[in-house]
């Protein structure tokens, strides 16, 4: 479980590679981060490229369950505050004490990953947003200081809107790439390969140099 603030704990799985180069923590919003499959599969081409890596939840297990689970996952002040929360645990615990944190949010993760950025500067260096709701960071967008990458399927129209609006909103060093075809869920290996290369090499500018991590192979903050 990942201690996320005084009382709360949430679900996480944390990985890291020998020599890793800094962790993301990887977050989709409400719908629980450790079912996707989709960001599983991120987390593992990151791990590949010398990144570590926590695939969290946002929301405990009761608050998944409960009514007011809609109203809390557009939250994302709430869960910024979780995701920031997650990244000074990481600063400070184990394998990954002392490394360089980036976010990478999907959907109202992007938002809350964006918040976090915006409201604790001093615990992430580098943010991506993988066909998410930036737009939800709202009046705070500029604000955020993180080099932040947005990543939007050309099919999206939608999504392209969203975050040419939050594009423009943005103040810090920042970069709008767009996957030709990909829709909202970037469904095709092919489209998540090219999202995990373009926000691997992302982080991996930004996150700083390699060191050797304190421990081989994979550590488990929760069961999935």
């Given at each position: 479980?990942?201690?996320?603030?005084?009382?709360?704990?949430?679900?996480?799985?944390?990985?890291?590679?020998?020599?890793?180069?800094?962790?993301?923590?990887?977050?989709?919003?409400?719908?629980?981060?450790?079912?996707?499959?989709?960001?599983?599969?991120?987390?593992?081409?990151?791990?590949?490229?010398?990144?570590?890596?926590?695939?969290?939840?946002?929301?405990?297990?009761?608050?998944?369950?409960?009514?007011?689970?809609?109203?809390?996952?557009?939250?994302?002040?709430?869960?910024?505050?979780?995701?920031?929360?997650?990244?000074?645990?990481?600063?400070?615990?184990?394998?990954?004490?002392?490394?360089?944190?980036?976010?990478?949010?999907?959907?109202?993760?992007?938002?809350?990953?964006?918040?976090?950025?915006?409201?604790?500067?001093?615990?992430?260096?580098?943010?991506?947003?993988?066909?998410?709701?930036?737009?939800?960071?709202?009046?705070?967008?500029?604000?955020?200081?993180?080099?932040?990458?947005?990543?939007?399927?050309?099919?999206?129209?939608?999504?392209?809107?969203?975050?040419?609006?939050?594009?423009?909103?943005?103040?810090?060093?920042?970069?709008?790439?767009?996957?030709?075809?990909?829709?909202?869920?970037?469904?095709?290996?092919?489209?998540?390969?090219?999202?995990?290369?373009?926000?691997?090499?992302?982080?991996?500018?930004?996150?700083?140099d390699p060191r050797e991590a304190l421990e081989d192979g994979a550590e488990e903050a929760a069961p999935p």
């Amino acid at each position: 479980m990942v201690p996320v603030d005084d009382a709360v704990l949430v679900r996480g799985r944390l990985a890291v590679p020998s020599g890793a180069r800094g962790v993301v923590v990887l977050a989709r919003g409400s719908d629980s981060s450790l079912q996707s499959p989709r960001l599983a599969q991120t987390a593992r081409l990151f791990q590949a490229m010398g990144l570590g890596t926590l695939l969290m939840d946002l929301l405990t297990r009761e608050e998944m369950e409960e009514r007011r689970t809609r109203q809390l996952r557009f939250n994302v002040g709430l869960l910024g505050m979780r995701m920031a929360g997650a990244a000074r645990w990481l600063r400070r615990e184990g394998p990954t004490a002392g490394l360089n944190v980036g976010y990478f949010g999907a959907h109202t993760g992007a938002g809350a990953a964006l918040s976090a950025a915006a409201f604790r500067p001093d615990q992430v260096e580098a943010v991506v947003s993988r066909g998410g709701r930036p737009d939800l960071a709202g009046a705070v967008l500029p604000k955020v200081q993180a080099p932040t990458l947005l990543l939007v399927g050309g099919a999206d129209t939608l999504g392209l809107d969203i975050n040419r609006r939050a594009y423009e909103a943005l103040r810090a060093d920042k970069r709008m790439d767009i996957i030709p075809g990909a829709t909202h869920h970037f469904q095709e290996d092919s489209e998540l390969e090219q999202v995990a290369e373009l926000a691997g090499e992302w982080f991996l500018q930004h996150l700083g140099d390699p060191r050797e991590a304190l421990e081989d192979g994979a550590e488990e903050a929760a069961p999935p």
